[in-house]
């Protein structure tokens, strides 16, 4: 029997919850993220679209795009608390659900005895009443066709793509719609005239694995509907870490340690909240020429004290040689275990606090 997969996606997350918490906003073009000179879109409002402003854009072209916005910084904590909410919302429909990020998710809903299209209707009327904001929501067989169905009407919008569809609702999409091919895997496509999935049914099975490598082979399958992916109840979590974009370049690694330093006390008390320790300790930096610079060290114990994180990352940046200034520093710390056996530091040894 073919799986039902629902994917959800809340439409312009950060904007929308500025929006829904002062209404003066609505209708407005609301851009959230970093907004000073440095700053990086994070989400915008569809209103902000339409000036040609996206998620990832650097706030100063934003502003040249859309000059009248509204430019507001992110508000994690509120945008975590209202998730939450839009969580419960998909556990009460089945409690087969992978969060893909703080507002998106895939639900296995084969077994949920509702018609697919009730599940999709209830997740919208209910993410509606309960918290005032809207999804999109897809539904087909697998991952691949459920996320493109997500996208299909955005924004609350609603998209059932079945087996007999395919492969035709498929041929005239660019290829940009294809998971896992991103901008330079079109643009090598592009540059052999293969523009939409149609133009890449052209291709063989070998040329995909010979030109995408071993990724070649879902390609080949996604394109034609095929994606073996399951739904991952439980989803490992990789690594935990901060970043930002300086203000302003810095050159002296004492100031720098500034940054590290508060890095360290979030990402310890990230840890600590979700019961868990890593032991590998990576410090990133991108420099005024836009560089990027990763230095890592494994300590021999696992660790969520935000003291040794901070020791072990000011000797990864001492050790770092940078001949130019930088602008962006980030803390990550991997290799990370749920493990609740007490885990020894040498601050336990000493005696520390």
Same mark, same amino acid.
């Given at each position: ?228 992916? =399951? &739904? ?5 979590? !990789?690594?935990?870490?901060?970043? *930002?974009?300086?203000? @302003?370049?810095? +050159?002296? $690694? ?11 006390? =979030? &990402? ?5 909240? !979700?019961?868990?320790?890593?032991? *590998?300790?990576?410090? @990133?930096?991108? +420099?005024? $020429? ?64």
């Amino acid at each position: 029997m073919n799986k039902i997969i629902m994917h959800m996606d809340v439409d312009a997350f950060f904007a929308s919850v500025e929006q829904m918490d002062n209404p003066e906003l609505k209708g407005k073009p609301v851009i959230v993220g970093g907004v000073g000179e440095r700053g990086v879109v994070a989400t915008c409002s569809y209103e902000a679209r339409k000036y040609g402003v996206h998620s990832a854009m650097p706030t100063f072209k934003a502003k040249q795009r859309c000059p009248l916005g509204i430019y507001l910084p992110t508000r994690h904590e509120r945008y975590s608390q209202i998730s939450k909410e839009i969580f419960k919302i998909l556990y009460s429909l089945t409690p087969m659900v992978e969060p893909v990020s703080i507002d998106e998710a895939y639900l296995d809903i084969t077994e949920v005895k509702m018609k697919p299209i009730e599940c999709a209707e209830f997740l919208k009327r209910e993410v509606k009443k309960q918290i005032g904001l809207t999804v999109s929501v897809g539904v087909s067989y697998n991952k691949f066709l459920a996320k493109l169905a997500s996208d299909w009407n955005k924004p609350n919008g609603i998209k059932v793509i079945t087996e007999n569809m395919i492969p035709e609702i498929l041929k005239p999409l660019p290829l940009s719609k294809v998971h896992g091919m991103g901008k330079k895997s079109v643009e090598k496509m592009n540059n052999i005239g293969i523009f939409t999935i149609e133009d890449m049914y052209k291709l063989s099975k070998e040329f995909c694995v010979e030109y995408f490598g071993k990724f070649g082979l879902e390609i080949y399958d996604r394109i034609r509907g095929i994606d073996y992916r =399951e &739904v991952e109840v439980i989803r490992e979590r !990789k690594s935990i870490g901060r970043e *930002t974009t300086l203000r @302003k370049d810095l +050159t002296d $690694k004492e100031e720098m340690k500034k940054y590290i330093k508060y890095f360290s006390e =979030e &990402v310890s008390e990230t840890l600590n909240s !979700k019961n868990m320790w890593g032991k *590998t300790i990576t410090v @990133k930096v991108k +420099t005024s $020429k836009f560089v990027n610079h990763t230095k890592s060290k494994t300590i021999n114990f696992y660790t969520n004290d935000h003291r040794e994180i901070y020791k072990v990352s000011c000797e990864i940046l001492e050790e770092m040689e940078l001949e130019d200034s930088v602008r962006l520093i980030g803390l990550t710390i991997s290799t990370l275990t749920e493990n609740k056996v007490e885990q020894l530091s040498f601050h336990s040894f000493l005696g520390g606090n």
